[in-house]
């Protein structure tokens, strides 16, 4: 059974950086990206950046390309360097494990979030 457990989130203002993590007890199956999503109030989680297990290969929802890099180490933790943030990044952030990087419904495995909030 796969753990993911998020840190980093935090508030800062408009323009300024953070790095969330999440801790990967074991990385799963090849066949499953790590990925990263987050909730707005009242909304459905929708998908942000994912990261081939078995490989480098990135993808970005259009909506952060250019600000936000996912990333992972050796040491079994997964990355979201967040860079020039705006108020409408503002929402809880969660690390997944997905068939499909991007799409929430095939998540199997979920973190807790950790909230970003932009002001």
């Known amino acids: 059974h796969v753990q993911l457990v998020e840190s980093g989130g935090g508030s800062v203002q408009a323009g300024e950086s953070l790095r969330v993590s999440c801790a990967v007890s074991?990385?799963?199956?090849?066949?499953?990206?790590l990925a990263w999503f987050r909730q707005f109030p009242g909304k459905e989680r929708e998908g942000v950046a994912a990261?081939?297990?078995?490989?480098?290969?990135t993808y970005y929802t259009n909506s952060v390309k250019g600000r936000l890099t996912i990333s992972k180490d050796n040491q079994n933790t997964l990355y979201l360097q967040m860079n020039s943030l705006k108020p409408e990044d503002t929402a809880m952030y969660y690390c997944a494990a997905a068939f499909f990087g991007l799409d929430p419904t095939t998540v199997r495995f979920w973190g807790q979030g950790t909230q970003v909030t932009v002001s």
């Open positions: 074991e990385y799963p199956a090849r066949t499953y990206c």
């Open positions: 990261i081939g297990n078995g490989g480098p290969a």
